[in-house]
Structure formats: structure tokens, C-alpha cells
């Protein structure tokens, strides 16, 4: 335990007061299961597990209780570590120094569905708020391949997924307005606009508690999940820049190697030993789909209607195919983020830059991304590949670490202001700005 005793034990009982006996937790498995994350996609973090454990977990339920429990933490001392569903990966919500984590999935009311904006407190799920805003003839902007995973952890811990093709990432303007919550004693819901909303934005919660965020919304469109397969994953890589050229822009499009479309859960869609292309596509571009498929030499397997079917190919798209893979072997595989036109120029060689290199690829608004895996053999071994591929002209990201690396400098300095006794998910912004080329 990294704080003192007496205070974790202050804390817990003035935490009871205020939400009640099943608003807070010392129970061990509840601990446990709130010090874990998505880190486990990661060979290089799983052998330094654990690296912390909750002393206490608690669970508000509104904005509000948000804001009340941050000032208790503050007033006895003690570090928080913001938490929504769990599933970011590389140990960015793993207490790293013990002390409260503060559990925001029970704060999930959406306040407010508008013409192009959309109101909810930050344990509210992408996937819910999805469907509130096609309940309005509406959609959001964009969500995470962990569809289920909370507003608040996709804001702070996410960076983009289904509609990045079109709008980017989460940070270039998203997010319209938040109530952030600063930790200092009298804590309370501090209401930010505009520019002013974005510094708070993929920094972990390291300057500032999401408690409720206002995220733009844009007029719903129909979509079609679409299945093709392919030969060889060359002939995928061949359409990837023409699937996101077509007009209305798709939501979705990713491209999957035979290996790692069959390691994927059975789909008659998704057949054995082919390559697959797979896109959500407004459906007034199925045709021009179908025939940049055909000329190419693939066949389209299926074309789905219904909001649930591209939930569906939203979660296998991002680091869902690396997870399913390392399903079939576990503790064989390891991933890093990759970025470039040089991952469809020059895939032969992106390939061999790993043992059993295999490339999983999205089309976004900055051009390919993908997740390369290779065999795990030691964290050297996975740095030593950085070089080549930037040498091909292939950008890199590291994921085998928990540290801010977005806007390190800025988020230090909002953090001095709103965080003086850095007492905000300790451990996870560097002293020293991380050299990171994404
Ligand atoms: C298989 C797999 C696929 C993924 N696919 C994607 C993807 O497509 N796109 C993507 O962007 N990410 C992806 N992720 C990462 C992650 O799942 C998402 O970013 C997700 O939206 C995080 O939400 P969460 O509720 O699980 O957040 P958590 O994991 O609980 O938290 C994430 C980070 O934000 C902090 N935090 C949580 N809530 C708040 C808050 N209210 N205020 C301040 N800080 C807070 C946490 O301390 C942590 O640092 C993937 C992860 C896995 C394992």
C-alpha cells in the first residue's frame, strides 16, 4: 500500500456515508478485478502483472457523486485511479500505485440527445449511446471496436474505431463539452467548451475526471456490413485505399491475412483460408463495392442489414483479430501499432520484419493503420523492429507501455493547475516526454 493507512481507512468510511454500503468495496475480488485491464494483449506487460492493486473501489452513480468522491480522495490524500469498463489496453487503468479506484460505469444517464450533439455522463456505453442517437435519426461520430466499453474510457484512454475513416480520432473535435473534475479539496464539475475541452481528451485522466461530455452527432445514415474474400490478402490491400475513397465514405473498413480471418469466431462470411475485406458501407455504394471486388478477382460473401449486424463487424475490426489470434496460441504472439502507405506498398517486407509477421489493416482518415503481430520472443526483440519499419517508411506505436504519450508537455502543465499533489491515475504521466512517432 503506497498511502498511509489510516487515511484508505478514513476514506473508505466517509465513502460509505456518501454512497452507501454497495458503493464501495474493499472485498479483494472486487479490488482485483478493478486493478485489471486489456493489458494481457501485451506479452511485454503480462510478465511485470500485477502492477497494483486497488486498496478500495468506489462506485458513483452520477456526475455529481463523481465530483463528491474525488474531493474525499483529495482531502485524505489518497491517489485515484479513474476507471470505466476496463478494456484499454497496456495497463493505463491499472492502479499502478494501489490506493482508490474510481469505478464510473454506474454514472451512465444521458442527459441530453440534440440536433447534432448527444450529453451523458462518462459510464454511459459507446454502444447505448449509439442507439440513443438512432433513435433520433442520428449517429455518433465514431466508437471503439469495444463497442460495450464506457464514454469516459474511450475518451480518455481510446482514440478512434468505426467512423475514423471520416472523422478521425477522437481528439480533433469530438468532443464539444465537458464537465471534468479537478483534484483539489473542494472538488466539484468543472464545465469546459471547445478548445478548451480537448487537453483533457486521450491523457488517461492524469489532468482531470470525465464526469459528463458532449460529443457531436451527425444525421444517421444506412449502412450495410459488408463481407468479401480474396485469394491472397494482396488483392485486400489493393482496395483498401479505394473502399475509402467511395462516396458517402464507409464507416468501417479493415483487411484481414487468411491466418487471421480464420482465427476470427466462425461466420459463413468469413471463410476458411481466404483473405477477407470487410466494410460498413452507406448503402447506396454496395454495388461499386461489389464491383471494385469482382475486378479484382474476390467474390462478396455477404451484405448484412441492421444496426446489430455492423456492431458486429465493428467488434473484429482493430485489435479484436489480434486478440482472437492469440486466443488459438496463447502466449505465442505480440502486436504494435503501425501506420503508413508503406503497410500496402510494401507489406512483403513489413512482413519479414517479424518471425510469423501478420498484418491487420483499417482504413482511416490519415491512411492505413493496422496492428502488425509477430511471434514473441523478448520486448528487445520487438523494439529492434521499430527501426526497419521506419525505415520503410512504416510509423510506429508503441503499446507496451502505461505513460501518457499524447500531448505529454500540455497535459503536464493542465495537470499542475488541476492536479497539484498528482494525485490522478499515478504513475501514467512520464516526468520526461516519451519519444513516441505514431
Ligand atoms: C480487443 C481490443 C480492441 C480495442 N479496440 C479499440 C478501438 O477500436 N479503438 C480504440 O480507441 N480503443 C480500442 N481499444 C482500447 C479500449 O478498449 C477503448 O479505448 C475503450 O473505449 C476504453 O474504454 P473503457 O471504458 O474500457 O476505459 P478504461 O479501460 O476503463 O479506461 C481507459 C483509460 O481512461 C481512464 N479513464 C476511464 N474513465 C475515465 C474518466 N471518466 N475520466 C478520466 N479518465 C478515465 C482510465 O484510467 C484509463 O487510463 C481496444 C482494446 C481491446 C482490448
Known amino acids: 500500500m503506497t498511502w498511509n493507512p489510516d487515511s484508505i481507512l478514513a476514506l473508505t468510511a466517509e465513502l460509505k456515508d456518501l454512497l452507501g454500503e454497495r458503493g464501495v468495496s474493499t472485498e479483494l475480488r472486487a479490488r482485483e478485478r478493478a486493478s485489471a485491464d486489456g493489458s494481457y494483449l501485451s506479452p511485454i506487460i503480462t510478465e511485470q502483472l500485477p502492477l497494483g492493486l486497488a ?40 492502479p499502478m500505485q494501489d490506493g482508490l479506484v474510481l469505478d464510473m460505469s454506474r454514472a451512465r444517464a444521458i442527459t441530453e440527445v440534440g440536433d447534432g450533439f448527444l450529453t451523458a455522463e462518462a459510464g454511459a456505453s459507446m454502444a447505448v449511446l449509439e442507439q440513443a442517437a438512432n433513435d433520433a435519426g442520428q449517429q455518433i461520430l465514431m466508437y471503439p471496436s469495444t463497442a460495450n466499453s464506457s464514454l469516459g474510457g474511450f475518451l480518455s484512454g481510446g482514440s478512434g474505431g468505426t467512423g475514423s475513416v471520416a472523422n478521425g480520432m477522437n481528439h480533433q473535435g469530438f468532443v464539444t463539452a465537458l464537465d471534468v473534475v479537478h483534484a483539489v479539496p473542494d472538488a466539484r464539475l468543472v464545465h469546459v467548451d471547445g478548445d478548451e475541452a480537448q487537453p483533457f481528451v486521450h491523457t488517461y485522466g492524469t489532468a482531470g475526471i470525465i464526469a459528463r461530455a458532449t460529443i457531436r452527432l451527425e444525421p444517421r445514415q444506412d449502412w450495410r456490413a459488408f463481407y468479401a474474400s480474396f485469394d491472397d490478402f494482396g488483392q485486400v490491400l489493393s482496395l483498401i485505399r479505394s473502399f475509402a475513397a467511395l462516396t458517402p465514405t464507409p464507416r468501417l473498413v479493415s483487411g484481414d491475412l487468411a491466418a487471421l480471418s480464420d482465427a476470427l469466431p466462425n461466420d459463413a462470411a468469413l471463410p476458411a483460408g ?32 441492421g444496426v446489430m449486424d455492423s456492431m458486429k463487424m465493428s467488434m ?6 489480434i486478440e482472437w489470434l492469440q486466443k488459438t496460441a496463447p502466449g505465442k504472439y505480440f502486436h504494435i501499432e503501425v501506420g503508413g502507405e508503406a503497410l500496402i506498398e510494401q507489406i512483403d517486407a513489413v512482413h519479414a520484419v517479424y518471425d510469423g509477421g501478420m498484418l491487420h489493416i483499417e482504413a482511416q482518415q490519415s491512411g492505413p493503420i493496422g496492428m502488425l503481430a509477430g511471434i514473441y520472443e523478448s520486448a528487445e526483440q520487438v523494439y529492434a523492429g521499430f527501426a526497419v519499419l521506419n525505415a520503410l517508411g512504416v510509423g510506429v506505436h508503441n503499446p507496451h507501455h502505461w505513460e501518457v504519450d499524447h500531448e505529454v508537455e500540455r497535459t503536464r502543465a493542465l495537470a499542475q493547475v488541476t492536479d497539484p499533489q498528482s494525485l490522478l491515475n499515478p504513475g501514467k504521466l512520464p516526468l520526461a516526454t516519451a519519444a513516441v512517432s505514431a
Not at 279 to 293: F, K, N, Y
Request: charged share 20%; hydrophobic share 40%; aromatic share 4%.
Open 55 to 94: 486498496d478500495l473501489v468506489a462506485y458513483p452513480t452520477s456526475a455529481e457523486q463523481i465530483a463528491e468522491v474525488v474531493a474525499a480522495a483529495v482531502r485524505h490524500g489518497v491517489g485515484i485511479t479513474p476507471r470505466g469498463k476496463g478494456t484499454g489496453n497496456y495497463g493505463q487503468a491499472i
Open 274 to 305: 481466404r483473405a477477407s475485406l470487410r466494410g460498413i458501407l452507406e448503402v447506396t455504394t454496395i454495388d461499386a463495392a461489389t464491383r471494385l471486388v469482382e475486378a479484382a478477382g474476390g467474390r462478396v460473401e455477404a451484405v448484412r442489414d
Open 316 to 321: 473484429i475490426s482493430y485489435n479484436h483479430p
